[in-house]
């Protein structure tokens, strides 16, 4: 396994201004408009028509302006190009074999990245069924998510944890919130104690309310298990287009979030790297329940305004909660936060607004969930959302009626009533029942 030791000189692959060895160039946008004034300001020269002047004034001001911005743009190119050509790839190079817990829709799409980034890497993927097991080992595909693309050849389906773990050198864990810890207690005795976790999952266990930051060093019995979240607005459809994507990557060890980084960075993948573990996972679990509530306030017909007001709501709330927590401000405004709550509120693609959609729209949750062939991660979340308000004395009127409407204690007209309802000097003045 590539040891960890070896990170410490790496420069991370999505470098903050603080690490770039040299500063991207900056030039202020300045509009044309404002410069034909200021020129036309100017005193006219003696026997000249001022306006005409003016007018030549701007022209000329145009074109310095548009070539002043095409310099400082050929300038961040050429900056971005000298970067990349001394950015190393040690990681990737040293890397023989991942493994991936899971055969979901986004463990396939990850380790599809990840299987054509390397040929000669193993991407061994740990499956529960055996059928499917067999398909993607015959004919490289995984039927049930992704019947329409071929997988690498270079990945392998195992129904065996030992097969699957033998020589990681890392794992990307992509098991549902609510099975992984069971799940790694199964497999633990296959787990190595350097092996780095590369957490996909998003949620919170429903009746501890850990995070898989937690969930998964305690399964294993080992508290120093290397431990990252990777999460960031990513449909996984999208990744196996290789269409441009952008997510976060955060870890307590720095030099392991660059690591991770090198790992996973490609032409279609952006990696950032952070160190607000929690906040990037909180803001994940979160966000699922927000969806659903968007999903509602589409199924129910409410109109943008509403949906618009609702989602600035549920904002704040995990803003509030998050912060109580010990995450960062900056995470929640970043790609892991206000991106993914973007994406997963407003796209259908996503099985937690889908949820509320029908929700709203007069479907029993019952017959929802039995329909779904995929986890929504944020119905099971929902149900810790009550909890965490009153260990942190954090008032969440909007993700709290989410939590109610799944438990069947309010119907969506009602929740929606509810908050209308609720003193119009503050939504954060919400009364628990």
């Known amino acids: 396994m590539a040891s960890l030791h070896s990170y410490s000189s790496l420069s991370p692959l999505s470098p903050s201004p603080d690490h770039c060895p040299i500063k991207p160039p900056f030039i ?8 034909v004034l200021n ?37 961040l190119v050429r900056w971005s190009r000298s970067w990349r050509s ?61 019947p329409d693309f071929k997988l690498p050849d270079n990945v392998v389906a195992t129904t065996s944890p030992k097969d699957a773990l033998l020589g990681a050198d890392f794992c990307l864990h992509a098991v549902p919130v609510q099975f992984s810890s069971s799940f790694l207690e199964g497999i633990s005795w296959h787990v190595d104690p350097n092996l780095p976790f590369i957490s996909l999952s998003k949620g919170l266990e429903l009746n501890t309310l850990r995070m898989m930051s937690q969930i998964i060093p305690q399964a294993l019995k080992n508290p120093r298990q290397p431990f990252i979240v990777l999460s960031g607005p990513s449909f996984a459809v999208e990744l196996m287009k290789k269409l441009p994507t952008a997510m976060v990557a955060a870890s307590k060890d720095k030099k392991l979030a660059n690591a991770v980084q090198q790992l996973l960075a490609s032409p279609n993948l952006r990696i950032s790297s952070s160190s607000d573990v929690t906040g990037v996972e909180i803001t994940g679990a979160l966000k699922n329940v927000l969806a659903i509530a968007a999903g509602i306030v589409e199924g129910m017909n409410l109109g943008n305004n509403c949906m618009a007001a609702l989602v600035a709501q549920g904002c704040s709330e995990i803003r509030w909660l998050a912060t109580k927590m010990g995450a960062k401000p900056t995470t929640l405004t970043g790609l892991s936060g206000s991106g993914d709550i973007m994406l997963t509120c407003f796209v259908n693609l996503s099985r937690n607004r889908t949820v509320g959609l ?18 929504a991660e944020g119905v099971s979340t929902a149900g810790a959302v009550i909890a965490l308000a009153q260990k942190y004395h954090v008032k969440m009127p909007v993700l709290t009626a989410v939590a109610r409407i799944i438990d069947n204690e309010l119907t969506p007209k009602k929740a929606v009533m509810e908050l209308m309802s609720l003193p119009q000097e503050s939504l954060g003045g919400f009364i628990r029942k």
């Open 39 to 75: 020129l036309g300001s100017a005193p006219a020269e003696e026997g000249k028509n001022p306006i005409s002047s003016a007018v030549s004034g701007g022209r000329e001001g145009g074109r310095d302006q548009r070539r002043a911005v095409r310099i400082a743009w050929e300038k």
């Open 358 to 375: 029908r929700l709203g729209s007069g479907e029993r949750l019952e017959d929802i969930l039995n329909s779904m062939n995929q986890v």
């Open 86 to 146: 001394k950015a190393r790839s040690d990681v990737l190079e040293q890397t023989k074999k991942v493994a991936v817990l899971g055969g979901g829709s986004f463990g396939t799409a990850m380790a599809a990245h990840l299987a054509g980034k390397k040929a000669e890497m193993e991407v061994a993927m740990l499956v529960r069924d055996e059928q499917c097991c067999h398909l993607i080992n015959e004919t490289h595909h995984n039927c049930k998510y992704f």
């Open 28 to 35: 202020p946008f300045v509009s044309r408009t404002v410069a």
